[in-house]
T-cell receptor, first 116, second 116 residues
Framework: GAVVSQHPSRVICKSGTSVKIECRSL??????MFWYRQFPKQSLMLMAT?????????EQGVEKDKFLINHASLTLSTLTVTSAHPEDSSFYIC????????????FGQGTRLTVV | AQKITQTQPGMFVQEKEAVTLDCTYD???????LFWYKQPSSGEMIFLIY??????QNATEGRYSLNFQKARKSANLVISASQLGDSAMYFC?????????????FGKGTRLSVIA
C-alpha cells in the first residue's frame, strides 16, 4: 500500500488564487521530503527540498515566494502555489525516503494542477 | 553533479518478448545508487529496481533485471516477457547511496509501448 499520500490528486483553480498541496508519510517519519514538478512528456524536475523544522531549500530558478513550502511535522509537508497563473499548470509530486526500509524513494500520487 | 541520460524517447516491443531500456550516468561520487521507476498514465511513480554501486551482482526483481556495467557507467533495465500492462514511461534515476537526504536525479525517460 501507499506509504506516501498526496492530496488533492487534481485541482482546478482560477488565476490569482492559491492552492495548497499536502504530502504525508503514512507509516514513517520523514525529516526530509522532496517536491518535483513535471511538465507534459517531460521528466521530473526537483523544485525544492522540504526540511522539518527549518526552511526549505529551493532549486535555482524556483521562486520561493511563489511556491511556499511548510514542513511543520515529521509526517507532513505542504506546497502552496500562491497567486497561481496558467503557466503554473503542471503535475506536482512529492517523495520521501524511509531510511529504515531501504534505498528507494516513495512517491505520492501526484497533483495535477490546472490554472484557468 | 549527477547526470542521467536516456537516449530512447520511445520503444516498441511485442508482447511476451524481452526489451532493454538504456540508461547511462555520470557522477563523481564513489558510492551511489541507481533506480528505475515506472510511470503509467495515472502519474504515479512505481519503484521497480535498485542497484548499489558496490553491489557485485546485477539486481533482479521478478521480470525486471538491471544490467549494471560500472566501467561503462550504464544501468540498463531489462524487462522479460513483456505484458500489455508494461506500457508506460520508464525513468532511470540516481542518488548518492549513503546520503539519505538527497533527492533522486532523473533521466528524460523512455516511453515503452507493448504491442499485442
Amino acid at each position: 500500500g501507499a506509504v506516501v499520500s498526496q492530496h488533492p490528486s487534481r485541482v482546478i483553480c482560477k488565476s490569482g488564487t492559491s492552492v495548497k498541496i499536502e504530502c504525508r508519510s503514512l507509516d514513517f517519519q520523514a525529516t526530509t521530503m522532496f517536491w518535483y514538478r513535471q511538465f507534459p512528456k517531460q521528466s521530473l524536475m526537483l523544485m525544492a527540498t522540504s526540511n522539518e523544522g527549518s526552511k526549505a531549500t529551493y532549486e535555482q530558478g524556483v521562486e520561493k515566494d511563489k511556491f511556499l513550502i511548510n514542513h511543520a511535522s515529521l509526517t507532513l509537508s505542504t506546497l502552496t502555489v500562491t497567486s497561481a497563473h496558467p503557466e503554473d499548470s503542471s503535475f506536482y509530486i512529492c517523495s520521501a525516503r524511509d531510511q529504515g526500509r531501504g534505498a528507494e524513494a516513495f512517491f505520492g500520487q501526484g497533483t495535477r494542477l490546472t490554472v484557468v | 553533479a549527477q547526470k542521467i541520460t536516456q537516449t530512447q524517447p520511445g520503444m516498441f516491443v511485442q508482447e511476451k518478448e524481452a526489451v532493454t531500456l538504456d540508461c547511462t550516468y555520470d557522477t563523481s561520487d564513489q558510492s551511489y545508487g541507481l533506480f528505475w521507476y515506472k510511470q503509467p498514465s495515472s502519474g504515479e511513480m512505481i519503484f521497480l529496481i535498485y542497484q548499489g554501486s558496490y553491489d557485485e551482482q546485477n539486481a533482479t526483481e521478478g521480470r525486471y533485471s538491471l544490467n549494471f556495467q560500472k566501467a561503462r557507467k550504464s544501468a540498463n533495465l531489462v524487462i522479460s516477457a513483456s505484458q500489455l500492462g508494461d506500457s508506460a514511461m520508464y525513468f532511470c534515476a540516481m542518488r548518492g547511496r549513503y546520503s539519505g537526504n538527497t533527492p533522486l536525479v532523473f533521466g528524460k525517460g523512455t516511453r515503452l509501448s507493448v504491442i499485442a
